[in-house]
């Protein structure tokens, strides 16, 4: 048999081709079979019955019935409930119990291979590590749980209540003739500060016994001002005056790290000027935090912070938010450009995460420029770093501690002083 006889029985072979381009369904076999294996991974690593092969060929199942027929993955299904029935029968005779995560993941697995098979990729990968991620979290999960108290409950619940009840009942609209509130970009603004603050505190709640640091750097960005007085209170009731400078400029990182996150998210041009500025504060308050660990071997503490989220809480944070909004925006109209620096420096003093996001929300709407909005954020951040020195300075007595802090906080304040002239002449036309 010659080349030319070969290639044509080649050709027979693949004549139907042109339905499943070999391109195409190698891409779909290769990201389904990385969707089993990285689940199936975790059930393997986690000592199930069920591990990495049938997880793989559940998913390769999912998207080879969608190539060949909608009536195949009705077929496919039912075999893959089946295999589910037989895995949950054989440990109720066995061990006395229901493999009920196992099982409703092998379903979600086969659901995602099939999802490849359509031609989505977004949905099953992203879908693929979200249920490894929860699968891996069980210990976790259950610690958070197992000490889950009913005012994180109703946190939850408020959440849900703000972004999905109250706000689209919200108009699109300025609320006044003078157009000084936009009922709907404040309210978003309020929601996702308040998420941020809850999702840290879950975390702080988690992982907060692990260390100081670990406990500094996520109640800072819960609220680095209650975080500084509880950390301050609680390293002296532990002896550990030593780790105070650390842990107070660990909450300081976390504190311009959110208000950096916060530009991000509703006015991102703004970083333009508050990056560096932001970034040169959190690089010494790093270096300080590094040496007074260095000092003494650090211990472990739980902050005692309350959730973020109540009516109370959140009705305190929108009204100061509001408030300093609109005295922003009055500031900025007949002051001028000094007018919200001004009034952001006033917020500060009460929230830096109110004031950046006031000013922030005013980007976002027009009503100042990007670079006024970073400048204020800064600022912001420069006043909340001196509110806390009283606060430390009520609970530690040390002189040698206090002074060091008060060192710390001034050369922060001085490369946040420069680093923010630094960026406004570089953004001067801007």
């Known amino acids: 048999m010659n080349a030319s006889a070969i290639h044509q029985w080649i050709g027979v072979i ?4 042109q339905a499943y381009p070999p391109t195409e369904i190698a891409v779909k076999l ?3 079979l990385a969707i089993g294996l990285l689940i199936g991974f ?3 690593w986690s000592q199930k019955d069920y591990g990495v092969r049938t997880f793989s060929l559940t998913a390769l199942l999912g998207v080879l019935s969608v ?3 909608p009536a195949i993955v009705v077929t496919s299904m039912a075999g893959v409930l089946l295999l589910v029935g037989l895995l949950n029968a054989h440990t109720l005779l066995t061990d006395r119990k229901i493999e009920g995560t196992t099982s409703i993941t092998l379903i979600v697995t086969f659901v995602l291979g099939a999802l490849v098979g359509a031609g989505h990729l977004f949905t099953p990968v992203t879908s693929a590590i979200l249920t490894t991620m929860l699968l891996s979290l069980k210990p976790e999960f259950t610690r958070f749980a197992g000490g889950l108290r009913p005012e994180e409950i109703r946190s939850a619940l408020i959440l849900g209540m703000l972004g999905f009840v109250i706000w689209p009942l919200l108009p699109n609209a300025y609320l006044d003739p003078w157009k000084l509130l936009q009922a709907r970009h404040a309210w978003i603004t309020v929601i996702v500060v308040a998420c941020l603050s809850f999702v840290n505190y879950v975390l702080l709640r988690l992982y907060g016994s692990h260390g100081i640091g670990v406990a500094a750097l996520f109640g800072g960005f819960v609220s680095s ?7 301050s209170t609680s390293l002296v009731r532990a002896n550990l005056v030593a780790q105070v400078v650390a842990a107070v400029e660990l909450a300081s990182v976390a504190m311009c790290l959110r208000n950096a996150l916060i530009l991000a998210i509703f006015a991102h041009a703004a970083l333009k000027v508050a990056g560096l500025p ?4 959190m690089a010494i308050a790093m270096y300080f935090a590094r040496s007074g660990q260095n000092s003494r071997p650090e211990g472990r503490i739980q902050l005692a912070l309350d959730s973020p989220i109540s009516l109370r809480k959140v009705g305190e944070f929108a009204g100061l938010f509001i408030g300093i909004e609109i005295f922003g925006v009055l500031a900025t109209r007949y002051v001028g450009g000094a007018g919200l620096p001004i009034v952001s420096a006033i917020g500060g003093l009460a929230s830096s995460a109110s004031a950046t996001a006031a000013a922030a929300t005013l980007a976002m709407g027009g009503d100042v420029s990007a ?4 400048t204020a954020s800064v600022i912001a951040a420069l006043v909340s770093l001196f509110v806390n020195l009283p606060l430390v300075r009520r609970q ?26 630094v960026s406004l002449a570089i953004f001067r036309h801007w």
């Open 67 to 69: 190539l060949i027929s």
């Open 278 to 281: 932001l970034l040169g504060m």
């Open 42 to 44: 975790e059930r393997q």
């Open 371 to 374: 670079k006024q909005a970073g």
């Open 396 to 421: 530690v007595k040390d002189l040698t501690v206090n002074r060091k802090l008060m060192f710390a906080t001034l050369l922060q304040g001085a490369v946040g002083v420069i680093l923010l002239v």
């Open 225 to 231: 001002k209650a975080a500084v007085a509880e950390l």
């Open 14 to 17: 693949h004549s139907g081709a």
């Open 30 to 32: 290769a990201v389904t």
